[in-house]
């Protein structure tokens, strides 16, 4: 398993700020990823936190508005940039473990923003 | 990826079975087919994956016919802890992408 936690849990944030959420995991790995669940909504991911290198984004969101840093095996981090009230939503970030078949996703707790 | 369609909501009551087909009629050769659960304020937790057949686990079974273009996600003898939303999800299952694209989900309901 995999013991992921997130900085901060929750924030209430002004328009037009920015926010940093941090994900640390217990041991190295390899995948990690960043979604956005929307109140009342499933999932959407984000992108993909590559160490060493520029995240790969998924259509819909780009660098300026969600940079994403990878300096090692065990951390990441997220930043919701020029914040608006539409993005206001739980932010996760999870890793991934592979099994004898397959792969096991870990998702964090959450972060979850509120922006005013 | 393959798109995954499951029913919405669902309503139950203690100690019944449910059972929540998902439909994932696009599914490639070497997809997974992978159960999550997530309950209010958490994360998404993992509950059961499969390829084919039956897959058992403490927690649930997981049927897929032959054709894979379905699965089951049966739980016996609910609680009202179990009362979540529940992710059908296909993927590769390798650590190549590891990239899960969630759908709707279903919203189970577990009544005294």
């Known amino acids: 398993s995999a013991v992921i936690s997130q900085k901060p849990s929750r924030d209430i944030c002004q328009r037009g700020t920015s926010l940093t959420i941090q994900c640390q995991v217990d041991?190295?790995?390899?995948?990690m990823f960043w979604y956005r669940q929307q109140p009342g909504q499933s999932l959407t991911l984000i992108a993909t936190?590559?160490?060493?290198?520029?995240?790969?984004?998924e259509s819909g969101f780009v660098i300026d508005k969600f940079p994403i840093s990878r300096p090692n095996l065990t951390f990441s981090t997220l930043t919701v940039s020029n914040m608006s009230p539409e993005d206001s939503s739980i932010y996760l970030c999870?890793?991934?473990?592979?099994?004898?078949?397959?792969?096991?996703?870990?998702f964090g707790p959450g972060t979850r923003l509120t922006v005013t | 990826l393959a798109k995954t369609t499951q029913p919405i909501s669902m309503d139950s009551y203690e100690g019944q079975e449910v059972n929540i087909t998902c439909s994932h009629n696009?599914?490639?050769?070497?997809?997974?087919i992978t159960w999550y659960q997530q309950f209010p304020s958490q994360g998404p937790r993992f509950i059961i994956q499969?390829?084919?057949t039956k897959v058992t686990n403490e927690v649930a079974s997981l049927f897929i016919p032959a054709d894979r273009k379905s699965s089951t996600l049966s739980l016996p003898r609910v609680s009202l802890s179990d009362t979540a939303v529940y992710y059908c999800?296909?993927?590769?299952?390798?650590?190549?992408?590891?990239?899960?694209?969630f759908g709707q989900g279903t919203t189970l309901q577990v009544k005294p």
């Open positions: 041991s190295q790995v390899t995948m």
């Open positions: 999870s890793v991934v473990r592979l099994r004898d078949l397959g792969s096991e996703q870990y």
């Open positions: 999800l296909v993927g590769d299952g390798s650590s190549n992408t590891g990239k899960l694209i």
């Open positions: 499969g390829y084919k």
């Open positions: 936190a590559n160490q060493g290198s520029e995240a790969t984004y």
């Open positions: 696009n599914i490639a050769t070497n997809d997974y």
